[in-house]
């Protein structure tokens, strides 16, 4: 693969682990107003996810 390909995609990558975060505020800011304990599953959910996203950002398989 090109160089600045795979550059631009591990960027692209990582701006979307990130961008998984504004998400987890919001269901952050919604278990505070309600208690539900299922926005804290939702929390967990893409809080992992967006580990993982960022973790695996320079692996081949992106």
């Known amino acids: 693969m090109d160089s600045q390909l ?3 995609i591990i960027i692209d990558v ?3 682990g990130w961008s998984c975060l504004i998400p987890a505020s919001g269901l ?6 309600t208690h539900y304990a ?3 599953w939702g ?4 809080v992992l996810y967006a580990a993982y996203v ?3 950002s ?5």
């Not at 929390?43 to 893409?46: G, I, R, S, Y």
């Not at 320079?58 to 992106?62: Q, T």
């Open 6 to 8: 795979a550059k631009k």
């Open 14 to 16: 990582q701006i979307s």
């Open 28 to 33: 952050l800011y919604l278990y505070q107003v």
């Open 38 to 40: 299922s926005f804290l």
């Open 43 to 46: 929390l967990a959910l893409v």
């Open 54 to 56: 960022l973790a695996t």
């Open 58 to 62: 320079k692996l081949d398989k992106w």
